[in-house]
């Protein structure tokens, strides 16, 4: 592993990272990519440590991917499933999370429904003085930051494989095609995009994009934004919002799709799944707008013929799908290693 | 281990299973049989490779088996249950799948509810070229090796314990009794049965076992079956169907009971449990009919008083079921191993 | 680890609990905590050995707290939880036992909610001669061992950090408060805190507490009981019942309280939250009437503001319930150290 300063004791938001911090999660994850490619693919790393998998809201892909983390760095796993737990006996969130504590957890992956729970069992750890790092999972629609750290990763190690670093991302256009209202991935994805300096465009049906969404962003982060179908410009143009597909996919080197939530239909917040797939799917005629070399990422599951074609999906050339799940156990394993390895 | 060549790199029906496979996995189990009996029951064969159980449908005993086969054998297990997963999320199964591989997943273990899905699963890995070995846990009504190979493991054994092989059933009478229309272990045993060169006696009500069936096995087996209560004579009597118990247990070496899924039962296929348990449930009364050294085994769990008398379950002299249970972690050790040391 | 003696083969029930066995577990897990502080919280002691949570009741942090203590003696675990298993295919519980049995288990940890469930299934491994051990995790409303073992090493190891003994407990008054009639934990704490000498004085309302309880429990444990609001004196004055909370707490050493299951309102045992905690809830206040050095436990999960107010429960000064969750995992340990080592 690259000898590297590492300060930060909890992962809950990628508002604040650093570039420093970004380059380390990559050289990291890519160090950790050559031990996977190795016969023997686990490390002692973090033998004896335990992380606990407090997975309030139910997940199969994300849950995997860091019970497999873990396990490869030779930590003892706890799962705590919500549908099995005494969550349901009335005690509160931070009391259980109290428990894992007590019985001796050193990494606590969250993931709950509500945006905000890993944060206040972070500044509970915190307040009790402990040691314990909090790794946040996907909060309700605040954000996923493991997810945008394997995009991440995904892209820059396309770009060079050797020295994946955040400045690869420098001037390239990269779309953001979907749900973003209620996509914490989206969230997580614009705040590391927009550190590399990269030109993000958002497109999405006007009801999954309201124009306040850049204010929200811009607030936080300080960078302003250009609508560009509805105000003409703005001084800093990093982050661009559309409401049509086709200006964003425009010379775009790389397009990141979002799953659609079935359930928005019935707040009618979209029309049907075909019009939907018709105005905002990606499919290899649409591709063609963007650079030849363009990619297409998806945090999955996907729905298959509404985000993206099958097709498309399915072609080794444009699709990163399964690389962004090859790179997420890496990235993952990243991750749990800087927190953990802090802890001697 | 014993050294062997093992070319086979999905386990998904015993159909075309050659007697040096049985043999080989005989053998293998055999082997790690003599493991089990350690102080120490672990062996570092598969340290570093990836076991994933994907149950699409829920069991409790098969699950469990392949789990404490892979970690016996120093594997990493990823188990996935449907109930908590993304499937209901709209992700077809192939692309479950294939997020497992691209996690790095060396062994899929697939239990589905509809028959053919690990064959389709198997199928996409290999147009995919890649090294993930699929092994069949039991889909719909089409097969269950694994189940027949530890059918297969506790009869041979108990005939020669140092050297199970198939020809040891040469010439054995054996019965297979119960829901046989609708199980997928009885498919898979009569397979692993008739290549061995044994009898096999197929006995239940003809709802449960039409005339049909046996058409169906000989097609694609090449052996010709004789229906002993319909036609008289046939060729190559290896196979025998009878909706009477009494001739399929007259002098009968082993006999196999099914469970019986009680929804049978709404779907008028069957009479009361009370009836059918007087003229299909096997009892110490009716074994009388058999050889004295005659021997009972069911793939559990057993429906007590249905398919065979709690009385019988329990005697220690005629039952094999404890047995059965053992002898499968042992072969799934076996059919790990075989599956996964070929991939160094 | 100490060496010692341990002859008892399950744990079932802490009725005829020697106080040799009580020293032998809270030095052992005295041992473990220690080993529980370094670096490194593994052993290898019970390497190769399989410990099955059979969970026939759905339980988080018992759960967890098993597997934990599994882990950390290098055992593999085994996971049955009864909502995705074949129980519902109609198979017995002594079924399933065996089953696990027949993989090759070598201690089961079982819990229930009928009371005798782990007893029954003791009882049919000791009928087969195997060597099997099972730990009662709770059965119903009868017995819950390893919590009050661990309630026990919390406020003995508070008194002598080094040497916890039981005849530390010796005249101290310990009131347990709360839901005494259906609580398992507060059954087996009675058997603990009467063997080592305490005044143990049990405070509840009427319909939780009824006169017929210490009768219950003295004709089983010899001891002869009083309850000072009901009748003014007994011959030996170990166990006192009381229908109000002050008497139990005044001059109190430790105050247990129970976890309320608010099923209990609508069977009208009990009149609104709010009063039963107005009545029997412990508030700082309330524990004024205890000595100074008083201590609060409390089995968890909790109801905050019901059995115990917010306040108290996260004032360091007087709530042990954290430290009863560590101690959990150190005592376990023991217990199946203490069960499994002997199986050599």
């Known amino acids: 592993m690259p000898t590297t300063t590492w300060n930060r004791h909890h ?92 019985m001796g957890t050193d990494i606590m992956v969250v993931r709950h429904r509500e945006a905000g729970v890993p944060n206040a069992i ?52 990269i779309a953001i095609v979907g749900d973003i209202l209620h996509s914490r991935v989206a969230r997580s994805n614009i705040w590391s995009l927009i550190a590399s300096g990269a030109e993000v465009h958002l497109a999405a049906p006007p009801t999954l994009l309201p124009k306040f969404f850049t204010e929200f962003i811009s607030e936080e982060s300080g960078v302003r934004s250009q609508e560009s179908e509805v105000r003409s410009n703005s001084p800093n143009p990093q982050l661009f ?27 009618h917040l979209l029309p049907s799944l075909r019009e939907y797939h018709q105005l905002f799917g990606i499919t290899c005629t649409k591709l063609q707008l963007c650079k030849p070399s363009v990619k297409v990422l998806h945090p999955g599951p996907v729905n298959r013929g509404v985000e993206i074609s099958s097709e498309l999906m399915d072609d080794p050339e444009f699709s990163l799908i399964q690389s962004q799940v090859t790179s997420g156990v890496a990235v993952r394993m990243a991750l749990l290693y800087l927190l953990g390895s802090g802890k001697a």
């Open 241 to 267: 919002l559309h409401w049509q597909l086709e200006p964003a996919l425009q010379n775009a080197d790389f397009v990141m799709t979002l799953r659609l939530q079935k359930e928005r239909m019935t707040a």
């Open 11 to 102: 992962i809950l938001s990628l508002a604040d990272f650093t570039t420093t911090e970004y380059d380390t999660v990559l050289q990291t994850a890519a160090s950790f990519q050559e031990v996977l490619s190795r016969r023997t693919k686990k490390v002692p790393t973090l033998q004896g440590q335990v992380v606990a998998n407090l997975f309030f809201e139910s997940s199969t892909r994300t849950r995997s991917s860091f019970e497999l983390a873990a396990k490869r760095l030779s930590a003892d796993t706890l799962n705590f499933a919500a549908a099995t737990s005494s969550m349901t006996k009335g005690e509160t969130i931070l009391d259980t999370a109290k428990t894992y504590l007590a």
């Open 122 to 173: 972070a500044a509970e750890m915190d307040r009790l003085g402990v040691r314990v790092s909090v790794l946040n999972a996907g909060d309700g629609q605040h954000e996923h930051p493991s997810q945008a750290l394997l995009d991440l990763f995904t892209i820059t190690t396309l770009i060079d494989p050797d020295h994946p670093r955040l400045e690869l991302l420098k001037g390239k256009k």
